[in-house]
């Protein structure tokens, strides 16, 4: 994101000085979501522009990458918005290297409302039985915590409250009856 301020009253310069920042030099900052940059393309007597660029890293944001990090995950978090996931729709696009190395896993663990989901299974050539299989064996999660996963799906479905409890309920008898109780 590039935002510029031009001051064309003279001195203009004095630009500079209400920002605090020497128009003769680059000034950089590190920030949570990345990198600020202010510099100043033009420079004169007569006129003064001051440009910001914001180097956003929305990676950084969700993954907690950089110093501070993790805003936007804990928003999402917050609000228990759900995270629909299709690994193999995020390797074939490349926002993942691979299966083992896809942020699910962090997330999942970072206690964010993950879900497994396929996108268009015409282009990604996956099912959902796909998806949990590559969960399973990339990024080494159990059958009880698919089985939380799965339940996450049906507690954040588009439905009204009352049959979204119903589904949690059948499908968490299904679930016990699978793998037994939880503990």
Not at 31 to 57: N, Q, V, W
């Amino acid at each position: 994101m590039l935002l510029t301020i031009t001051n064309s009253k003279s001195p203009a310069t004095d630009l500079g000085y209400l920002l605090h920042k020497n128009p003769d030099r680059v000034h950089s900052f590190e920030l949570s979501f990345g990198k600020a940059h202010l510099f100043y393309p033009e420079a004169t007597p007569e006129r003064c522009t001051a440009a910001l660029l914001l180097e956003i890293d929305p990676i950084g944001l969700v993954r907690g990458r950089q110093a501070g990090g993790f805003a936007l995950a804990q928003y999402v978090n917050d609000r228990r918005i759900a995270l629909e996931v299709c690994l193999t729709s995020n390797v074939q696009t490349r926002v993942a290297d691979s299966y083992a190395t896809h942020p699910f896993r962090e997330y999942f663990d970072r206690g964010l409302n993950v879900t497994l989901n396929t996108d268009n299974r015409l282009m990604s050539g996956t099912t959902l039985t796909d998806e949990y299989v590559h969960a399973a064996e990339q990024l080494d999660l159990t059958v009880e915590e698919l089985a939380g996963i799965a339940l996450n799906g049906f507690e954040s479905a588009f439905l009204p409250w009352e049959e979204r409890l119903t589904l949690i309920e059948e499908v968490s008898d299904k679930i016990e009856q699978l793998i037994g109780p939880e503990e």
